[in-house]
């Protein structure tokens, strides 16, 4: 997993509530048995119409929109447990999703890819998207250690919470496995004493 | 100290805790299935981990398959190659599979619990959604994703907060033509589909106790459609009775011993939940869908709410023109071209038998499409056994062969863009069913008596 720590850039909003996992990435696309190449069809049907073409008027397809940060309506990844769908938007090159609610499983998914589920108030969540119809190009600042989003234009720090083991495991890149793994002994004392064995 | 229904279990798999507040956490028994299993296989071999407990893992295919010809090679090469690639890691890891035409294959949340894989008070889980399905049992299960399955396959444990626990109570009798499917329509439409997230639900009161195991089932599959991380309803005489005799369910002394463990699991008087509602069956009437998420369900003879409801904006409005139907409208009337009946929501025996009971001797409408997917191959076989097959030949309804088949439109079995589906499945996403497809959610009476009506109706007045 790759290490997050700073992050600046541009954003690219996706102003709509209740994304479920089947928009971000189509079932049809699930037939792949690696991780990658997924980002090319991600938001594939709200993206390009049944030929192929891009919709226009579609965020991803507008160019006054970039940036590693797509920030997205509340609720955001309900629906499916599909891992894909933070594949897809991590290939997708995005680094951090802002929204003012995750759905469990697609958080849960993100932060084993490397890819920042940052929540902040529906309040906040409006502002920014106002912020960015304004202007395409403003900076956000999102730092990890510091559990901040800074907003230059407003001149503003929002604090975000994250697990603290989740956090260190971004920083340094870990993930669960190498943990679990470790774990060896004590599972197995575990499985000795099991109440029921099923 | 009393305790929940949850925290009984939750405690008895904690292999310990972490600072921080994270749990060690057990995990009984895992379910995998041809498309989140690859990449974990892939990982587990890129690390150079073992696969640390083969034989509690079982694995089926079932997303990607196809429902008619199964006997025959499977034509899309990018689904073969998936389920190949599953029969191929499941022997190369010893892991017993119920692959394509195999007696026990079907869907994984119908073949677990039929064949008595899903027992009380275990924790099991799968890299899909629906798994909360298996709550049903009086057990902890719920979905994962991907790297969470590598996880459970190198040590059998998960890393998790503990969430927070839900109960929803729903007391009373349930109405004439009222199902499990209406209830838990019902609550999502009450509670939206973000309502439960970061809790638990367990299910409670005179009309959850009143269901079948199927209709138990039916209620706890669709939890995560209000966001919880699963459903469960205490294990009762209703659950015993189902189990007992069920190929992988304890036998003799070990049955005794199980039920008397069992007959612990439950909620103490005086424990605590973060959160809790009541509702009353007598107020709980057909219901289906009208948007593209599972929360949009109003009673079908009600009217679309004409309003934007409270917490929602911009998606109403998307939601309504992708329908193609306009706020304030009623659905009694709407044509519908295609009927789905399966998936592992509603494709049980008994949904099939409410099907077949109320079509005998009735034919679909001439509009209609209607494919019936049973969950399993024991679905289809006891369909067979009592000559369900054969009545809903009759009806125009086609019979297929088991797997998820137009709930997610993986494989061939996609409802046409801008069609109507009504559908027994638990998701109504734009394009669920296949690009540009709209689906209505509802019971498989309400699916059954759509068929025959070709249209939209108030189906009170068809219950004899
Ligand atoms: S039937 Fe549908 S919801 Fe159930 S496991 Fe299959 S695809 Fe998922």
Same mark, same amino acid.
């Given at each position: 997993? &790759?290490?997050?720590?700073?992050?600046?850039?541009?954003?690219?909003?996706?102003?709509? =509530?209740?994304?479920?996992?089947?928009?971000?990435?189509?079932?049809?696309?699930?037939?792949?048995?690696? *991780?990658?190449?997924?980002?090319?069809?991600?938001?594939?049907?709200?993206?390009?119409?049944?030929?192929?073409?891009?919709?226009?008027?579609?965020?991803?397809?507008?160019? *006054?929109?970039?940036?590693?940060?797509?920030?997205?309506?509340?609720?955001?990844?309900?629906?499916?447990?599909?891992? /894909?769908?933070?594949?897809?938007?991590?290939?997708?090159?995005?680094?951090?999703?802002?929204?003012?609610? @995750?759905?469990?499983?697609? *958080?849960?998914?993100?932060?084993? #890819?490397?890819?920042?589920?940052?929540?902040?108030?529906?309040?906040?969540?409006?502002?920014?998207?106002?912020?960015? =119809?304004?202007?395409?190009?403003?900076?956000?600042?999102?730092?990890?250690?510091?559990?901040?989003?800074?907003?230059?234009?407003? &001149?503003?720090?929002?604090?975000?919470?994250?697990?603290?083991?989740?956090?260190? %495991?971004?920083?340094?890149?870990?993930?669960?496995?190498?943990?679990?793994?470790?774990?060896?002994?004590?599972?197995?004392?575990?499985?000795?004493?099991?109440?029921?064995?099923? | 100290?009393?305790?929940?229904? @949850?925290?009984?279990?939750?405690?008895? /798999?904690?292999? $310990?805790?972490?600072?921080?507040?994270?749990?060690?956490?057990?995990?009984?028994?895992?379910?995998? /299935? +041809?498309?989140?299993?690859?990449?974990?296989?892939?990982?587990?071999?890129?690390? /150079?981990?073992?696969?640390? $407990?083969?034989?509690?893992?079982?694995?089926?295919?079932?997303?990607?398959?196809?429902?008619?010809?199964?006997?025959?090679?499977?034509?899309?090469?990018?689904?073969?190659?998936?389920?190949?690639?599953?029969?191929?890691? %499941? +022997? $190369?890891?010893?892991?017993?599979?119920?692959?394509?035409?195999?007696?026990?294959?079907?869907?994984?949340?119908?073949?677990?619990?039929?064949?008595?894989?899903?027992?009380?008070?275990?924790?099991?889980? %799968?890299?899909?959604?629906?798994?909360?399905?298996?709550?049903?049992?009086?057990?902890?299960?719920?979905?994962?994703?991907?790297?969470?399955?590598?996880?459970?396959?190198?040590?059998?444990?998960?890393?998790?907060?503990?969430?927070?626990?839900?109960?929803?109570?729903?007391?009373?009798?349930?109405?004439?033509?009222?199902?499990?499917?209406?209830?838990?329509?019902?609550?999502?439409?009450?509670?939206?589909?973000?309502?439960?997230?970061?809790? @638990?639900? &367990?299910?409670?009161?005179?009309?959850?106790?009143?269901?079948?195991?199927?209709?138990?089932?039916?209620?706890?599959?669709?939890?995560? =459609?209000?966001?919880?991380?699963?459903?469960?309803?205490?294990?009762?005489?209703?659950?015993?009775?189902?189990?007992?005799?069920?190929?992988?369910?304890?036998?003799?002394?070990?049955?005794?011993?199980?039920?008397?463990?069992?007959?612990?699991?439950?909620?103490?008087?005086?424990?605590?939940?973060?959160?809790?509602?009541?509702?009353?069956?007598?107020?709980?009437?057909?219901?289906?869908?009208?948007?593209? #998420?599972?929360?949009?369900?109003?009673?079908?003879?009600?009217?679309?709410?004409? &309003?934007?409801?409270?917490?929602?904006?911009?998606?109403?409005?998307?939601?309504?023109?992708?329908?193609?139907?306009?706020?304030? =409208?009623?659905?009694?009337?709407?044509?519908?071209?295609?009927?789905?009946?399966?998936?592992?929501?509603?494709? *049980?025996?008994?949904?099939? $038998?409410?099907?077949?009971?109320?079509?005998?001797?009735?034919?679909?409408?001439?509009?209609?499409?209607?494919?019936?997917?049973?969950?399993?191959?024991?679905?289809?076989?006891?369909?067979?056994?009592?000559?369900?097959?054969?009545?809903?030949?009759?009806?125009?309804?086609?019979?297929?062969?088991?797997? %998820?088949?137009?709930?997610?439109?993986?494989?061939?079995?996609?409802?046409?863009?801008?069609?109507?589906?009504?559908?027994?499945?638990?998701?109504?996403?734009?394009?669920?069913?296949?690009?540009?497809?709209?689906?209505?959610?509802?019971?498989?009476?309400?699916?059954?008596?759509?068929?025959?009506?070709?249209?939209?109706?108030?189906?009170?007045?068809?219950?004899?």
């Amino acid at each position: 997993m &790759e290490k997050f720590e700073v992050l600046r850039s541009a954003a690219v909003p996706l102003a709509i =509530e209740n994304i479920d996992t089947d928009q971000i990435i189509p079932a049809r696309f699930l037939k792949a048995t690696s *991780r990658e190449g997924f980002g090319k069809n991600l938001f594939r049907d709200w993206r390009y119409d049944s030929e192929g073409n891009p919709i226009e008027g579609f965020p991803l397809n507008d160019s *006054r929109y970039s940036g590693q940060i797509l920030v997205a309506g509340k609720n955001f990844g309900c629906g499916s447990s599909r891992e /894909h769908a933070a594949w897809a938007i991590y290939d997708a090159g995005f680094r951090v999703v802002i929204s003012s609610y @995750f759905a469990d499983i697609f *958080r849960g998914n993100a932060l084993n #890819n490397g890819l920042l589920p940052l929540q902040v108030s529906d309040e906040v969540l409006q502002r920014i998207f106002q912020q960015i =119809e304004a202007d395409p190009t403003t900076e956000f600042v999102v730092d990890l250690p510091k559990q901040e989003l800074y907003i230059p234009a407003w &001149e503003e720090r929002i604090s975000f919470d994250i697990d603290a083991y989740k956090k260190e %495991c971004l920083i340094n890149g870990y993930d669960d496995i190498d943990f679990l793994v470790n774990q060896k002994e004590a599972i197995e004392a575990y499985e000795k004493n099991r109440i029921w064995a099923y | 100290m009393a305790k929940s229904l @949850f925290d009984k279990i939750w405690d008895a /798999h904690v292999v $310990r805790s972490i600072p921080g507040g994270l749990d060690v956490f057990y995990i009984d028994k895992h379910l995998i /299935h +041809e498309v989140t299993s690859p990449q974990a296989f892939a990982e587990l071999e890129e690390r /150079h981990l073992p696969l640390y $407990r083969k034989n509690q893992i079982v694995a089926t295919a079932d997303h990607n398959v196809p429902t008619k010809n199964q006997h025959l090679p499977i034509q899309d090469p990018l689904s073969r190659t998936q389920v190949d690639q599953l029969t191929a890691n %499941c +022997e $190369r890891f010893d892991i017993e599979l119920f692959g394509l035409g195999h007696q026990n294959q079907g869907i994984v949340h119908v073949m677990g619990p039929e064949l008595g894989i899903t027992q009380p008070g275990m924790t099991l889980v %799968c890299g899909d959604s629906h798994t909360s399905t298996h709550g049903a049992f009086g057990a902890i299960a719920f979905g994962i994703g991907t790297s969470q399955v590598t996880q459970v396959m190198a040590s059998q444990c998960l890393l998790l907060s503990r969430p927070k626990r839900m109960r929803i109570t729903v007391d009373g009798e349930l109405k004439p033509g009222v199902t499990a499917k209406d209830v838990i329509l019902y609550i999502i439409a009450q509670l939206g589909t973000g309502g439960a997230t970061g809790y @638990f639900v &367990e299910y409670a009161g005179s009309a959850i106790r009143s269901l079948s195991m199927e209709g138990r089932m039916t209620v706890c599959n669709m939890s995560i =459609e209000m966001g919880a991380r699963g459903g469960m309803i205490a294990p009762d005489e209703t659950t015993f009775e189902y189990l007992k005799g069920r190929p992988y369910a304890p036998k003799g002394e070990k049955w005794e011993q199980a039920v008397a463990y069992w007959k612990t699991l439950h909620s103490d008087e005086g424990a605590t939940f973060e959160k809790e509602y009541t509702y009353k069956a007598e107020d709980i009437a057909p219901m289906i869908t009208y948007g593209t #998420n599972p929360g949009m369900g109003i009673a079908i003879t009600d009217a679309i709410p004409s &309003e934007v409801p409270a917490g929602e904006t911009v998606s109403f409005e998307k939601s309504l023109k992708y329908m193609g139907f306009k706020p304030g =409208e009623s659905l009694l009337g709407k044509e519908i071209s295609h009927v789905f009946i399966g998936s592992c929501t509603n494709s *049980r025996i008994e949904d099939l $038998r409410t099907v077949a009971n109320y079509v005998k001797g009735k034919h679909k409408a001439d509009n209609v499409e209607a494919i019936i997917v049973p969950g399993s191959k024991q679905v289809e076989k006891q369909a067979k056994e009592e000559g369900l097959d054969k009545i809903l030949a009759e009806a125009g309804f086609e019979l297929r062969e088991p797997g %998820c088949s137009a709930c997610l439109a993986m494989n061939d079995d996609k409802i046409p863009a801008g069609a109507y589906c009504v559908s027994t499945s638990n998701r109504n996403f734009e394009g669920r069913q296949g690009p540009g497809s709209r689906t209505l959610l509802a019971s498989p009476l309400v699916a059954a008596i759509t068929a025959v009506e070709g249209k939209i109706v108030d189906v009170n007045r068809y219950l004899n």
